[in-house]
Structure formats: C-alpha cells, structure tokens
C-alpha cells in the first residue's frame, strides 16, 4: 500500500496538476498554493511522479490544441 505520507503528496500533485492544466498562474504560484515552499523541489517532485515537468504542462495549456491537451491528460492518468 501507500503510506498516507505519499498519498497526501499525489493528490496534492493531482491538484496542481489540473492547475496547471486549466489555470492561468505560473508554476511557482501553483507549488506555493498546494504546499511546496520551493518551486524547484515541486518541479522535481512533480516530474518523478508524471514523468513531466510542470512546465511542459504549463505549455501544453498555452500553446497546445485541444487535441494535444487530451493527449497530455491521458499519459498523466495512465501514470497516475
């Protein structure tokens, strides 16, 4: 199983995670709203578990279509 610890931390991952994708803040706003003093340890954190950087998903939201942020959305899920 997983210790509450590591649960806590994936569903503050999650949220960010969905911040990032539909919000309109930067990454360092988003790490300090779901509890990382540090964006640097967030982007790391955040990377180990989905295997992307928070600011790819920052650009994916900018840049992307609606067809690349599905794509982005599935391979988070599927990692989740």
Do not use: N
Request: charged share 25%.
């Amino acid at each position: 199983g997983m210790s509450l610890g590591s649960y806590i931390r994936h569903r503050r991952l999650a949220r960010s995670h969905d911040d990032l994708l539909f919000g309109s803040e930067p990454v360092a706003v988003v790490a300090r709203r779901w509890g990382f003093a540090s964006p640097a340890y967030f982007s790391r954190v955040f990377s180990k578990l989905t295997g992307l950087s928070p600011q790819a998903i920052e650009a994916a939201h900018r840049f992307a279509g609606e067809k690349d942020l599905d794509a982005v959305v599935c391979r988070w899920l599927e990692r989740a």
